[in-house]
C-alpha cells in the first residue's frame, strides 16, 4: 500500500444535484483512500453510491467540492476519455458488451484508446480470458454465454489496461452467489497483485464483508467508514 500521507484517491466535501437543485444525491461526502485497498461503498438504494462513483470516473461532475486522482485535479482534466482509459476501469452491474463483438474483442476495445498494437491487444485479453477461466469462450459472442462468464468477461474488460482505480457499481446483482464470489475474489486479487484501489458499490452484505473497508451513506452523506485500512475525512 502507497503512503497514506499522499493517498491516490482524494474525495472532499463532494457535493451533486439533480433535479434544478431539488434533488440532493451527495452532500459535502469527504475521504481519502491508497493504492492497494478495497472498499464497499454500501448504503440503501438512492443513497448516492453510483452518483459517486460517476464522479470519481468522470462520467458527472460535481457541483461543490473536489477529487483528486494520483495528484490531478478530475475539474482540470482536459482529455477525460483518454484519462480514464489510462487510470479507471469499470465494471457495471449489467456488463454492457456489445452484443456484436466476441468477449475477446470486448475486452481487448479500451486498448484501442491507448494505441495499442494488435497483437499486444490479443496477447492481453487472452491473459486475461484464461485468468477469468474463460479462454475456451474467447470467440462466444455474449448472447451466448452465461451470466457469470459475461460478468467475468466485464471484469477482464475493466482490468485490460491495468487501471490504478477499479469502480464497479453492483457487479453481483444479477449473479449467483457462485458467480458474484468469482467476480468478488477476482477483484480482490486485482487490488492485492496490481497495487490498484479497488471500490465496490454494493447492497451484498458478503460482498462487503470481503473487503477491508466499509464506506456507508445515507441521504446524500458519509455516514460511517470502518474496516482494516480506515482513512481519516480529507479536510482541507
Not at 462513483?53 to 457541483?63: E, F, K, N, V
Request: aromatic share 2%.
Amino acid at each position: 500500500m502507497s503512503d497514506a500521507a499522499f493517498p491516490l484517491l482524494q474525495v472532499a466535501a463532494v457535493s451533486r444535484r439533480f433535479a434544478d437543485g431539488e434533488v440532493q444525491a451527495l452532500q459535502r461526502v469527504s475521504f481519502d483512500a491508497c493504492a492497494g485497498e478495497t472498499i464497499a461503498l454500501t448504503g440503501p438504494s438512492g443513497c448516492g453510491k453510483s452518483t459517486l462513483l460517476s464522479l470519481i470516473g468522470l462520467l458527472d461532475q460535481p457541483d461543490e467540492g473536489r477529487i483528486t486522482i494520483d495528484g490531478n485535479d478530475l475539474a482540470r482534466i482536459r482529455r477525460a476519455p483518454a484519462f480514464r482509459a489510462r487510470q479507471l476501469g469499470f465494471v457495471f452491474q449489467h456488463h454492457h458488451m456489445v452484443p456484436t463483438m466476441t468477449l475477446q474483442e470486448n475486452i481487448e476495445a479500451p486498448m484501442l484508446a491507448l494505441g495499442v498494437p494488435k497483437a499486444a491487444r490479443q496477447q492481453r485479453a487472452l491473459e486475461l480470458l484464461q485468468a477469468m477461466d474463460l479462454a475456451n469462450r474467447a470467440r462466444f459472442l455474449p448472447s451466448h454465454v452465461s451470466g457469470g462468464e459475461r460478468q467475468r468477461a466485464a471484469v477482464a474488460r475493466a482490468l485490460v489496461n491495468r487501471p490504478r482505480i477499479v469502480l464497479a457499481d453492483e457487479p453481483t446483482g444479477s449473479l449467483d452467489s457462485r458467480n458474484g464470489q468469482r467476480v468478488v475474489e477476482l477483484l480482490v486479487d486485482h487490488a492485492r497483485q496490481a497495487g490498484a484501489l479497488v471500490i465496490v458499490a454494493t447492497h451484498n452484505a458478503e460482498v462487503a464483508a470481503a473487503l477491508e473497508r466499509r464506506i456507508a451513506l445515507r441521504d446524500g452523506e458519509r455516514v460511517a467508514d470502518s474496516g482494516t485500512a480506515r482513512r481519516e475525512l480529507v479536510t482541507r
